[in-house]
């Protein structure tokens, strides 16, 4: 019989009960003519008005859907390829087949066109399983499309022949794939905004769908049998990279995990696993998908922002984010109320304030602007209970642990979502005056934004509570507002009262991240065939960057300095990762000595290994060969091994401490001479308190950056000390 695992979920917001980012049609007015006396607010006027004349003679900017790519500078922001890019190195991905375990796919969309694609390559095994319109026909992009539904079918029972199929009628795996691999799409946007070019980080790879995940069932969406047959049938099928945007629970031991499971056998074969970290953030120890031999992928933004800013009556202009596809009916100024002030007679106040389902009075809100509370339900039905209500638009404030990190929402009525800050702002304004009034204005996009690269306060974080010692999560990458594919059979919210079709969407969490690093490994994967996974793993790790696009240290969603345990070690850079110089390599042996070391049996071992291993007599962990050095409890000196390999040209390395507070430091050798391709030398890193104190109020985080003057191989070293 097969057993559910119960929380095993979806990592994206929208499956989170906080819903997807959402798309928005961008409406133009067409009179320039003046504003109507009275209560009229003026910035309407003049805004429809730049929107005319954009839509007429052209904008100074041009905008592409899948801004994050020139974020990681692969290419200018006016469309350009960067001539030494990865993505030019690389051919864009041409060769390599990326795979994704998720909800499946929606054949039809454009970034799964074939147009200009040749043969598919002898090395695919695959196929596509119900090979029919209806269901999901190949072609020589999407190559192959294959569905697990054991688990699923044993706790929700016998499916429709029209549902058994890889189908994506939930949106969630056409947007994860084509992130990770779509085709370029010219003249892509949601709903008008964000207008340009998609692409997917390997726009040339080939892609396969495993649909592992499907409608919830008692909150049940993927189960562990169908995880492990789309990991075992992905690697019969010879796939080069899986991108995993799912996940279970916090303190899932890696012997009862699918996913590790899936993942090592994957591994084993070569694969690269890329794994979202989760959206339980912003606290501690909640970070998923843990495994060593995983690429554990956190969510941070990019400088691209929706902008609908919210204009009140005393002159205050509050900056928000929206995709709604629709305005407030008339230019001017309307009254606002906060939703607690609306409650319903049978509602509690607590709840009002969240604007859940039943909680607001028709006859209060009723022609008003109301203001919602961010948690427990999801951000765009705040706006619907809202709208229900009789309201004209709805405002949506984070509390403090969302911070500043704001979603756009394609609302289905004029909405904006405000940062903590603006948020407190707008409700004492509210609170001041008899008569608040305000309005809010039609979303526009906005490039070159700052700060950005800061962390989603949704983004889960560490400390890793399975092994300490191994940092989690490894990287950071885009995960907000991500513009990519999406399924054409259910609405950008994913709601039934929303019966909108649109080819692209706006998604949030880490569900979007995963795939944007997938992407980078088909591209690592191309230039470095024989690399192995650790190898391509180590050279994103150590090239990875820990400050912003002001060349400030990342900031958290409350803009408070970031540490490893939210970003790993740091935001991605793919042209960095190209050329690493040195990497910290990992057999399948060396993961199986670190089962052993962590005291599984000969039994559990073979659930790993598929066959008996001869366990080492003795192992410590603090020699097990991760990018990043963590001790989790300091109890006097502990010296870390560590072993590098170069991949580069022969040179001489250095090493450069940054010392952890009040942490002492050392490194022998403190120079490595590598004089071929492939010499591998040891190095041992010792670390010791330096006073009685230190470290004893939690984690203090330093580095040790490895350098030639060309290439800068970089490591966080996070240190705890032992608490009596």
């Known amino acids: 019989m097969c057993f559910p695992k119960l929380a095993l979920i979806l990592l994206s917001l929208i499956l989170f009960s906080l819903p997807s980012a959402f798309a928005i049609k961008k409406s133009y007015v067409v009179y320039l003519g003046s504003h109507v006396p009275g209560a009229q607010h003026p910035d309407q006027i003049v805004e429809s008005h730049y929107q005319l004349l954009g839509s007429v003679l052209g904008s100074g900017k041009q905008l592409h859907t899948t801004h994050s790519w020139q974020f990681m500078k692969q290419e200018y922001d006016n469309g350009v390829v960067i001539p030494n890019s990865l993505w030019k190195k690389a051919n864009y991905g041409a060769g390599v087949i990326i795979g994704n375990l998720d909800t499946g796919v929606w054949p039809e969309s454009k970034s799964f066109s074939d147009d200009g694609f040749g043969p598919v390559p002898e090395s695919w095994k695959g196929g596509c399983e119900n090979d029919t319109a209806k269901a999901v026909p190949c072609n020589r992009k999407l190559i192959g499309a294959k569905f697990f539904l054991d688990g699923y079918e044993a706790y929700a029972g016998t499916q429709p022949a029209d549902k058994r199929c890889a189908r994506d009628h939930e949106g969630h795996g056409t947007h994860t794939l084509s992130t990770a691999g779509g085709n370029f799409v010219a003249g892509a946007n949601v709903f008008g905004l964000g207008n340009g070019t998609a692409k997917g980080g390997s726009p040339l790879a080939r892609v396969a769908a495993y649909k592992v995940c499907w409608p919830p069932i008692d909150s049940n969406e993927c189960f562990d049998v169908d995880i492990m047959n789309g990991f075992e049938e992905a690697i019969k099928d010879r796939v080069n990279v899986l991108s995993v945007s799912l996940g279970g629970t916090t303190g899932e031991d890696y012997m009862a995990d699918s996913v590790a499971i899936g993942s090592f056998h994957a591994v084993k074969n070569g694969v690269v696993v890329v794994a979202s970290a989760g959206n339980s953030g912003p606290q501690a120890q909640t970070v998923t998908n843990v495994a060593p031999w995983l690429i554990t992928v956190a969510a941070s933004t990019i400088d691209r922002e929706f902008n609908s800013y919210v204009e009140l009556q005393d002159g205050q202009r509050l900056k928000g984010e929206s995709l709604s596809d629709t305005s407030l009916p008339i230019a001017t100024f309307y009254p606002i109320m906060s939703s607690e002030q609306a409650k319903a007679d049978n509602a509690t106040a607590d709840d009002a304030k969240l604007c859940l389902p039943g909680t607001l009075d028709p006859k209060m809100a009723k022609g008003k602007i109301i203001v919602c509370l961010r948690g427990q339900n999801a951000r765009v039905d705040k706006g619907r209970q ?36 603006d948020g407190q702002s707008l409700y004492a304004y509210i609170n001041s005056t008899s008569e608040p009034l305000g309005f809010i204005t039609t979303p526009v996009t906005n490039l070159n934004t700052t700060p950005a690269g800061f962390m989603a306060a949704f983004s889960s974080a560490g400390p890793n509570v399975i092994t300490p010692e191994i940092l989690k999560p490894d990287i950071t990458a885009p995960g907000v507002n991500i513009v990519a594919a999406y399924s054409e059979a259910t609405g950008p919210v994913d709601a039934p009262y929303d019966t909108r079709r649109i080819p692209f969407n706006s998604e949030s969490g880490t569900s979007m991240s995963c795939p944007h690093v997938a992407g980078v490994v088909g591209l690592l994967r191309a230039v470095h065939p024989k690399w192995s996974p650790a190898a391509i793993k180590s050279a994103i790790l150590t090239s990875a960057m820990t400050r912003d696009n002001t060349k400030h240290p990342m900031l958290d969603g409350s803009f408070v300095k970031a540490t490893p345990f939210q970003y790993g070690h740091g935001h991605i850079r793919p042209n960095r990762a190209m050329h690493p110089g040195l990497v910290y390599d990992l057999s ?137």
């Open 386 to 421: 809202a709208q229900l209500a009789g309201a004209v638009g709805m405002i949506l404030c984070n509390s403090k642990k969302d911070g500043n990190e704001v979603v756009a929402d394609a609302h289905i009525f004029p909405a904006t979502h405000l940062n903590y800050k």
């Open 588 to 724: 399948v042996n060396d993961y199986l000595d670190f089962l052993c070391g962590l005291g599984y049996n000969q039994t559990l071992i073979q659930t790993f290994n598929e066959g008996p291993y001869e366990c080492p007599k003795k192992f410590n962990i603090m020699d097990f060969n991760y990018p990043s050095i963590t001790v989790p409890n300091l109890s006097g000196t502990v010296t870390a091994t560590r072993k590098l390999k170069n991949v580069g040209s022969p040179g001489t390395y250095t090493v450069k401490i940054r010392q952890p507070a009040g942490i002492s430091v050392s490194v022998e050798p403190k120079s490595l001479k590598f004089d071929k391709v492939g010499e591998e030398k040891s190095f041992k890193v010792t670390m010791k308190a330096k006073h009685p104190n230190a470290a004893k109020g939690g984690y203090v985080f330093g580095s040790m950056r490895w350098t030639d003057g060309k290439h800068y191989v970089r490591s966080p070293i996070t240190v705890s000390a032992a608490v009596a």
